[in-house]
């Protein structure tokens, strides 16, 4: 058949119900893919909320989407599947995750998709692998391994380094299908060390040329999709040298340099996680509080924060939310990331903590299998030679340990009044919100020993796999009522999963179901509504990263979907597993409930189990934040 020449009209706005005038005709051109290719050649699509806008000599598309017809069509539905007392929801949207590694060796991105994620976004907290010159892998290695306590070996062998320029890692990551949707932010740490090298690792000050190349480069990343930028500073995330990050002492000018790369444009996101000057008095927050202000305001886009409750200035939160309201009222757009649940470690004797891992005695049989080991420390001449022991010191030059660490060990019969057994007795999940009476300090008391003893005999019982929770921020006298307080205010956004980091001492990206499996209750019962916990997983997510073809389970928009069996939901118990390069470990937590989560139609986990498909791709912001491009 010859080829059709000409115009025809393949899809039409059956929506527009508006009086108008045509002045003139244009074409157009839309990339398409999958369903939406066979829609069109089946003369079964229509374009959906579509118009069009003339921008600086260029005529743009805003909000059109192929809508496949497939609705009462079973000659084009796959499967049908019913849903009668199960809830349907959209895919979930994580703002907060550290997956910049884990892409390049897991494709599947789990354990998202096994707790109803479909879109994630990376590059938090300031750390990431680009932009990289050839010398520096290896410290940008050791910033990572520090922060977020991925081993060291893992990214040697899995992370491939095949760029230098953010724009070509972002081609790199988008060369490799997954099973999530995911978004990239520019990482601080790297485009300062890109451009400082060896005098952003010593905190100098940056020169003004400093600051107009690293600007430069941002604003190449923006201009290839980059969703944003984002910055840390807090003195609890050092590299594995033990310095601190290159970008946590940046001053007024360099951000607001950076920030200002933002001006004008329609789309893009900051993301900041910072002490505060948690120890350095009302002075020092107001100093630092003015520096958020600063970028949101130079910026012109909506800038979101780490939000805890943290021990000591206990009342540090309300001070974050009281000069958030106020600027938000002086028109600027910011938002405070707040977790599901307290946020601390897991600890055990093999994770990356645990409190006798600086002992003596200990270290003579550290390298032993694990239940070797834990036959060894249960021999009672080792045991009381131990807790006769003081702990070595672990923080320090060589060490990503924080000094906080240390303080906490000198003082661990008090603190563990927080730490609890993480699995109790006819509980097929972990209790995140223990009663005080659980904890290893009331234990000890009831025992007639000392609360280290206590902690001891529960870390070498059996196998050695007993497993210790110790929430450090958001969890006080047996509650989490803070975190309710942080999840019902009008600014917060659901985040802080770090999904991807932190393998060997927390598993968080198990938050979206804990959200809703402890806050989804009715507000009468103590909880959120179902509804509200929804929609901040998804539709509240999503609009906060620019996204407006997901979050919504509505036509034209992306089918990225969650069947759930709420009676069913639960977070399952977090597993050590060795599936990380170089035979590297981790905790992973599945989840229960979820008979199947879609990402764009195709399913990419079913029955607590990911699937081989793999529709995700990087998401690439447009020039304008109502668009958005998967390729």
Not at 114 to 141: E, S, Y
Not at 545 to 565: F, H, K, S, W
Request: hydrophobic share 40%; with cysteine; aromatic share 6%.
């Amino acid at each position: 058949m010859a080829k059709e020449r000409g115009r025809k009209v393949i899809a039409q706005n059956r929506k527009a119900r508006h009086d108008f005038t045509i002045e003139d005709v244009y074409e157009a051109g839309m990339v398409l893919v999958g369903t939406e290719v066979k829609s069109l050649r089946a003369g079964r699509a229509s374009l959906v909320d579509g118009y069009a806008l003339f921008e600086n000599g260029e005529i743009w598309l805003r909000g059109p989407y192929v809508m496949t017809e497939y609705h009462n069509n079973p000659d084009a539905t796959a499967e049908v599947i019913d849903a009668d007392g199960l809830v349907v929801a959209p895919g979930f949207v994580d703002l907060h995750t550290h997956y910049d590694a884990q892409a390049f060796w897991d494709s599947s991105l789990s354990p998202s998709p096994l707790h109803g994620v479909t879109t994630v976004m990376m590059g938090n907290c300031g750390v990431g692998f680009a932009p990289v010159h050839d010398d520096a892998h290896d410290k940008l290695i050791e910033l990572m391994e520090g922060v977020e306590d991925i081993p060291g070996a893992a990214l040697a062998e899995g992370v491939t380094f095949d760029w230098q320029s953010f724009p070509e890692y972002m081609d790199a990551l988008d060369r490799m299908p997954h099973s999530l949707d995911f978004l990239v932010q520019v990482p601080h740490d790297p485009l300062r060390m890109a451009i400082m090298g060896d005098r952003a690792l010593a905190q100098e000050v940056a020169t003004p040329a400093d600051i107009d190349a690293m600007c430069r480069t941002l604003g190449e990343a923006l201009d290839a999709g980059a969703a944003g930028f984002s910055t840390g500073r807090t003195d609890n995330h050092r590299t594995t040298a033990g310095v601190a990050t290159p970008a946590s002492d940046a001053d007024a000018r360099e951000l607001a340099g950076l920030a200002a790369v933002f001006r004008g444009r329609e789309r893009g996101v900051l993301q900041l996680v910072s002490d505060f000057n948690l120890l350095h008095g009302p002075e020092g927050f107001d100093a630092e509080f003015d520096l958020v202000e600063l970028l949101a305001r130079e910026s012109g886009r909506p800038l979101s924060m780490t939000w805890l409750q943290r021990d000591p200035g206990a009342e540090q939160w309300r001070a974050i939310r009281s000069r958030t309201e106020a600027a938000v009222a002086k028109g600027l757009p910011m938002s405070l990331q707040a977790g599901a649940r307290g946020i601390g470690v897991i600890l055990g004797l093999d994770t990356t903590f645990h409190p006798f891992m600086g002992f003596p005695g200990y270290l003579e049989v550290a390298a032993m299998p694990l239940a070797e080991r834990a036959a060894a420390l249960r021999e009672p001449s080792r045991k009381a030679r131990i807790l006769s022991e003081k702990s070595g010191r672990l923080s320090g030059d060589g060490t990503s340990v924080p000094p906080i660490v240390d303080l906490m060990l000198a003082k661990l019969g008090l603190i563990s009044a927080r730490m609890f057994p993480l699995m109790t007795s006819g509980r097929r999940s972990p209790d995140y919100e223990p009663p005080v009476t659980q904890s290893f300090y009331v234990v000890a008391k009831q025992r007639g020993c000392t609360a280290i003893e206590a902690l001891y005999d529960y870390l070498v019982e059996g196998d050695g796999s007993n497993l210790v929770h110790f929430p450090i921020f958001n969890y006080n006298d047996g509650s989490l009522a803070v975190v309710g307080e942080m999840l019902q205010h009008p600014r917060a956004l659901y985040g802080l999963s770090d999904s991807g980091a932190h393998v060997g001492t927390i598993c968080d990206a198990s938050t979206t179901t804990y959200l809703m499996t402890r806050w989804g209750h009715p507000i009468a019962d103590g909880g959120l509504g179902i509804e509200r916990v929804i929609e901040m997983l998804t539709r509240r997510n999503a609009r906060h990263m620019g996204l407006n073809d997901r979050g919504e389970i509505a036509l034209g928009l992306r089918a990225d979907l969650n069947l759930i069996d709420a009676s069913r939901l639960d977070t399952g118990a977090p597993q050590i597993v060795r599936d990380l390069p170089a035979g590297g470990r981790r905790l992973l937590q599945k989840g229960e409930g979820y008979l199947g989560t879609w990402v764009a139609g195709q399913a990419v986990a079913r029955h607590g189990e990911v699937t081989s498909a793999r529709p995700g791709r990087l998401v690439r912001l447009s020039a304008d934040s109502s668009r958005s491009r998967s390729r």
